[in-house]
Structures are given as C-alpha cells and as structure tokens.
C-alpha cells in the first residue's frame, strides 16, 4: 500500500501536468442567485428572495473538463453551445480556467443553463434554459472534425460526457470510438439513459448503480458478486472493455475481462454527492492517459471522488489537494 501512495503521489505530481484530454459532451452552465428570504409577495402566495449574491460555475461536459484543468491537464472541451449571454459567462469561466473552448459548436438554441434560487440555505427554485434536440449532420460533423484533429496527434484520452441533451448521439458517439480505436486512443463514457448500443467498443464506461440497473432492465444488488455479474454482461453485450461502477457507500469496482477490483469508499463524511460523477471520469481519465495501470486509476479516482462528497456543491479538486490527501 506504501508503495503505492508514493507511486501515486509522483504521478499525480509529475504526470498529470503532461496529459492531454478531449471531453466531448453536453456543455452546461449552472448559474445560483443567493438571497435572504424575509416576507411574501404581495403580488402573489410565494416568497421574495433578496438576492445577496450571484454565482456561475461550469456543469455538464464542462465541469468534467474543469476537474481535468484542476488536475493540471491541458484540456480540451467539444460540445454545443447558443449566441447568448449565458454562452459569454460560459466562455468567461473557460477562458479562467485555460480550457481550450475552440471545439464549441454554436447553434441557434439557448446555451444549456440551470439557474437556482437560493433563500437561506434552502432551494427556492431551478430555471432551466435549454433546448433537448438531437445533434443534426452539421453539428454532428464539426464535432467530429475536431475529434479528428486532436486524435492521435495531441490528446492521450477522449471522454465522452453525457448528459442526455443531445451531443452525444449514436452517430458522434461511434465515430468518435471508432476513430480513437484506430489510434490506440481509449474513450472513457460517462453514460447516460438505457441505450448503451451508442457506447459499443469504448474502453472504459463509468455508470452509478442506477445507470447499471437501467442498462442491465432490472435492479442490481449493491454487493461484490452481483455487481460483478452485471458489469460483466454489460461487457461482452457491449464489447466495452472495461466497467468502473460507483456504488455509493460502497466505493467502487472496476470490472475487467481477466480481473476485478473492489475498493472501498474513502470519503469521510458525505455532505453533497452532486459532481462526484464528473470528478471520477475526469481523474480515472487524467491517470489512464499519463499511463497509470486501470487499478491505480480507479484507486486514485475513489481518492477524489471521497474528497469532493465532502464538501458543499459542485466541487472540483485540485492537483495539489489530490496529492495532499495521499500524504496523509
């Protein structure tokens, strides 16, 4: 165990900085104004909200990609965006952060938004902007254009997010795994509904349990032999390489063809769960393409995803931090 924390420190410390990831999937924005709530609308039965304060963060495709910089990888962000103001506070957060933004496809429907209304520390309400639309051939093309022009030549890994709005189709979704699979690249999926047929051939996929049960059409037990048996139907259904589940309170496993692993959950104190998804894909993508064995990739992504249920909101930890917790 020693030798492999410090194995895992010097990678995370060294190697990380050196790998390049493609994240193609549905982009958001999540927007949150907070505010105190002291008295009702004369208007109408619902509470008025003084806004305080106002903050945006990147969601969706983008906040794996944000978990990816945070890593200290150069990283690369390919999805749909609108022409509207909620794409300029988008393309503000990207540009902070050196996320290179040159793959978003500009169509003419809203850029995906959820905006919360926080009163005290209590959801008030969620506006969301967006429009659910499958991508059409010319978006379908630019994306895949771009895949093309980044695989093999500069990234290491490609992770494929999403989150059912409409970038990842059956179409993108195979000619972005046919064309990595051509150059050795492997393609991480962060899946999404029960039609995984999209997902044939990727390397690595990285449900939840609920995703599991839906991919499998029936409820799958929370134990070792079950969840092994579940991830290996999907495998050979789906000729997908490898199965990483996250479990919750049980950790994780990675399935494979000749080995399985199971390893315990980290996290100390769960307060928010939200991200927690985002963070695995991105470190376990982060750690396969700097040329970490897949065991040690799922070993340093349920490290991460431990630290990030711990705090408030979506998170997304740090280089540094990551290192930190395998000190101790």
């Known amino acids: 165990m020693l030798k492999r924390r410090k194995k895992l420190i010097e990678f995370t410390e060294t190697k990380l900085k050196e790998c390049h990831i493609l994240v193609v999937g549905d982009v958001m924005l999540d927007k949150y104004y907070f505010g105190e709530v002291k008295r009702i609308s004369p208007e109408a039965p619902v509470p008025v909200t003084r806004v305080i304060r106002e903050k945006g963060t990147l969601g969706g495709a983008a906040n794996v990609a944000h978990n990816l910089a945070r890593l200290g990888c150069c990283t690369y962000l390919c999805g749909v965006v609108g022409n509207d103001h909620h794409r300029q506070s988008l393309q503000g957060l990207l540009d902070e952060r050196r996320i290179d933004s040159a793959g978003l496809v500009e169509t003419p429907g809203p850029t995906t938004t959820k905006l919360r209304i926080i009163g005290g520390h209590q959801q008030m309400m969620r ?42 189709t059956p179409d993108i979704c195979q000619s972005i795994i046919k064309h990595c699979n051509q150059h050795d690249v ?64 049980q950790g994780i496993s990675l399935i494979g063809a000749r080995k399985t692993v199971h390893i315990p959950t980290y996290a100390q104190e769960v307060f928010d769960v939200s991200g927690a ?21 799922a070993y340093l992504a349920n490290i991460a995803a431990g630290v990030v249920v711990g705090k408030l909101g979506t998170y997304a930890i740090s280089k540094e931090e990551l290192a930190a917790v395998l000190q101790r």
């Open 186 to 249: 492997p393609v991480v999926v962060d899946p999404k509904g029960a039609n995984w047929r999209k997902y044939e051939n990727a390397a690595y996929i990285t449900p939840n349990l609920k995703e599991l049960n839906e991919a499998i059409g029936s409820s799958v037990a929370n134990e070792n032999t079950a969840i092994r048996a579940a991830a290996q139907r999907i495998r050979r259904r789906y000729r997908i390489k490898n199965v990483l589940v996250t479990r919750s309170e």
């Open 127 to 168: 506006l969301d902007f967006e429009e659910i639309e499958q991508a059409d051939a010319t978006v379908a093309e630019a994306i895949v254009r771009q895949v093309e022009e980044l695989v093999p030549r500069t990234v290491q890994c490609v992770i494929i997010s999403d989150y059912a709005k409409g970038v990842c």
């Open 277 to 297: 998804g985002d963070t695995v894909i991105a470190v376990l993508a982060a750690a396969i393409g700097a040329g970490m064995t897949a065991s040690d990739a």
